[in-house]
């Protein structure tokens, strides 16, 4: 599905496919949030717009592994150099997320820390309040900043009407991780799932382009960052009136 090509564009299509459909380092920033493959670590507590189920989530750590790398090692490939890739993850998975990042070949920058303020509490167990973004960049540097982000995020996930999928991430979490973005530049997601990416870069006039393999993840996003890409162009005209 494809609207407003020159800013954004969704997609159904597998993480892979999509991700050889682009020149090589033809993409500023990548954002991806795949399926975690922690087995219910993560069950569906309600009805979601997006699906109570998420596509690919049933792959144990060996073929989650090697998926990464594949995964992983096309978005090297299609990353400018100087440019940043950030991957969601929960505790059980971080050991995998790592070193899969590095072995496509990334140099790896830490990870960012969303606290959640509304995290269910696990009975006998430590509540589940935190996930992370891992950082990984393609080569050196190239535009020096003035911008010193903090590594951690504090914010409830969304929720009432506002939650439409079952791993949802906060729009300002995302906007924080495309901090260091070049003006203008492209966004990609292979997992876009609601779509929380796309809007993101967007309201921050860059561009975007997703995937994911559900039928309705890709309405709810293009419908979502159809609005979003309205709200910046509004913006834009009452800074020019």
């Not at 790592?98 to 830490?110: D, I, L, R, T």
């Not at 709200?231 to 020019?240: P, R």
Request: proline residues 5%.
């Amino acid at each position: 599905m494809i609207e407003n090509a020159s800013r954004f564009r969704v997609e159904k299509n597998d993480a892979i496919s999509f991700l050889q459909s682009f020149e090589s380092e033809s993409v500023e920033a990548v954002v991806a949030d795949p399926p975690y493959c922690t087995h219910s670590q993560y069950s569906a507590t309600g009805h979601y717009e997006c699906g109570d189920g998420i596509v690919g989530d049933n792959k144990d750590a060996h073929t989650n592994y090697m998926f990464m790398r594949r995964w992983m090692g096309e978005c090297f490939r299609i990353l400018k150099p100087g440019s940043r890739m950030f991957v969601f993850c929960d505790k059980n998975n971080i050991f995998l997320t790592q070193p899969a990042g590095v072995e496509s070949c990334f140099k790896y920058g830490g990870f960012i820390t969303w606290c959640k303020t509304n995290s269910r509490p696990a009975k006998m167990r430590f509540a589940k309040t935190c996930e992370y973004a891992l950082e990984f960049y393609k080569g050196d540097f190239k535009i020096p900043s003035d911008k010193y982000p903090k590594d951690y995020h504090v914010e409830s996930a969304p929720s009432g009407k506002e939650r439409v999928h079952q791993m949802q991430k906060p729009v300002e979490l995302i906007k924080k991780l495309l901090t260091f973005t070049p003006e203008n530049g492209l966004v990609v997601d292979p997992f876009c799932g609601s779509g929380s990416t796309g809007v993101a870069a967007l309201e921050l006039g860059f561009r975007f382009m997703g995937s994911d393999l559900s039928d309705k993840c890709v309405e709810v996003s293009t419908r979502r960052c159809r609005n979003a890409a309205e709200k910046f162009e509004e913006k834009i005209k009452d800074n020019t009136v």
